[in-house]
Nanobody, 122 residues
Framework: QVQLVESGGGLVQTGGSLRLSCHAS????????MGWFRRAPGKERQFVAS???????DYADSVKGRFTISRDHAKSTVYLQMNSLKPEDTAVYYC????????????????WGQGTQVTVSS
């Protein structure tokens, strides 16, 4: 199985940028679809973005055009570049991994990181 460790969260002003990183270990990185999710206080967990081994990506409508997911196979790391941040982006962000080439739903993600806090001040 794979272990995931996120980093890069913090406090940023509205309109600012942050880059989250998630390092994977314990299994072959290319065996997994990698995703980012977030949970805001009092809200359900929300899908943010995903990237397949092929490089194909998917985004939630709320982050399209502002966030970019990428992966570096040599470093077994997935990134989430977040630009034009808004207060409503404030949440704990989680990295997740789903074994296989395609993910049908969030329940396919079996491995999760510990989360990293992102706070956007207005």
């Amino acid at each position: 199985q794979v272990q995931l460790v996120e980093s890069g969260g913090g406090l940023v002003q509205t309109g600012g940028s942050l880059r989250l990183s998630c390092h994977a270990s314990g299994d072959t990185f290319s065996n997994y679809v990698m995703g980012w999710f977030r949970r805001a206080p009092g809200k359900e967990r929300q899908f943010v973005a995903s990237i397949r081994t092929s490089g194909n990506t998917d985004y939630a409508d709320s982050v399209k055009g502002r966030f970019t997911i990428s992966r570096d196979h040599a470093k077994s790391t997935v990134y989430l570049q977040m630009n034009s941040l808004k207060p409503e982006d404030t949440a704990v962000y989680y990295c997740a991994a789903a074994r296989g080439l395609v993910v049908l739903g969030s329940s396919d993600y079996k491995y999760w990181g510990q989360g990293t806090q992102v706070t956007v001040s207005s």
